[in-house]
T-cell receptor, first 111, second 109 residues
Framework: NAGVTQTPKFQVLKTGQSMTLQCAQDMNHEYMSWYRQDPGMGLRLIHYSVGAGITDQGEVPNGYNVSRSTTEDFPLRLLSAAPSQTSVYFC??????????FGSGTQLSVL | RKEVEQDPGPFNVPEGATVAFNCTYSNSASQSFFWYRQDCRKEPKLLMSVYSSGNEDGRFTAQLNRASQYISLLIRDSKLSDSATYLCVVLFYGQNFVFGPGTRLSVLP
């Protein structure tokens, strides 16, 4: 049982480059979300989705896009990376407002 | 004011000590409450859900006071392995999990 699979684990980008962080879950969860975590701060919600075709902004959505074409996948796109986007990113999923299941995280550095 | 606030920490306690963490939330319509544990550079993992009547899981006890919008976590007989960051999490509007900034605990030998 894979749970939440998040890739890549590490990524280094140059300012202005674009990339997509992948997130997939095999638990048929309706809710999926992306968080970023910066030193000394808690997890901040970037975007979330309550089902296929439905997405919404969280606390810090600027500079990020998401889509939810299937229940399983919820990719996060950085359109033009900036140093301020250097962070650790976590994808998570949940069913019915219960426990959040997390991916193992992506350490992103933007130079 | 942040939606979820926690004791700033860090807490440095000796093995065997009892330690309590506090958390407050701003939205009275909050539905569900959780404590997560996060080890350095790892993903958060659920420690326990928090129920209205309070609940206990071994050495861990969680309490909820809806009137005061306050959640607590008590750890008894601290172990070295309890060293981690403890995150208070509140579910708003049934679909939006909001995390507190976390409280770091170091249990010292």
């Amino acid at each position: 049982n894979a749970g939440v699979t998040q890739t890549p684990k590490f990524q280094v980008l140059k300012t202005g480059q674009s990339m997509t962080l992948q997130c997939a879950q095999d638990m048929n969860h309706e809710y999926m979300s992306w968080y970023r975590q910066d030193p000394g701060m808690g997890l901040r919600l970037i975007h979330y989705s309550v089902g296929a075709g439905i997405t919404d902004q969280g606390e810090v959505p600027n500079g990020y896009n998401v889509s939810r074409s299937t229940t399983e996948d919820f990719p996060l796109r950085l359109l033009s990376a900036a140093p301020s986007q250097t962070s650790v990113y976590f994808c998570a999923s949940s069913y019915g407002g219960e426990k959040l299941f997390f991916g193992s995280g992506t350490q992103l550095s933007v130079l | 004011r942040k939606e979820v606030e926690q004791d700033p920490g860090p807490f440095n306690v000796p093995e065997g000590a009892t330690v309590a963490f506090n958390c407050t939330y701003s939205n009275s319509a909050s539905q569900s409450f959780f404590w997560y544990r996060q080890d350095c550079r790892k993903e958060p993992k659920l420690l326990m859900s928090v129920y209205s009547s309070g609940n206990e899981d071994g050495r861990f006890t969680a309490q909820l006071n809806r009137a005061s919008q306050y959640i607590s976590l008590l750890i008894r007989d601290s172990k070295l392995s309890d060293s981690a960051t403890y995150l208070c999490v509140v579910l708003f509007y049934g679909q939006n999990f909001v995390f507190g900034p976390g409280t770091r605990l170091s249990v010292l030998p």
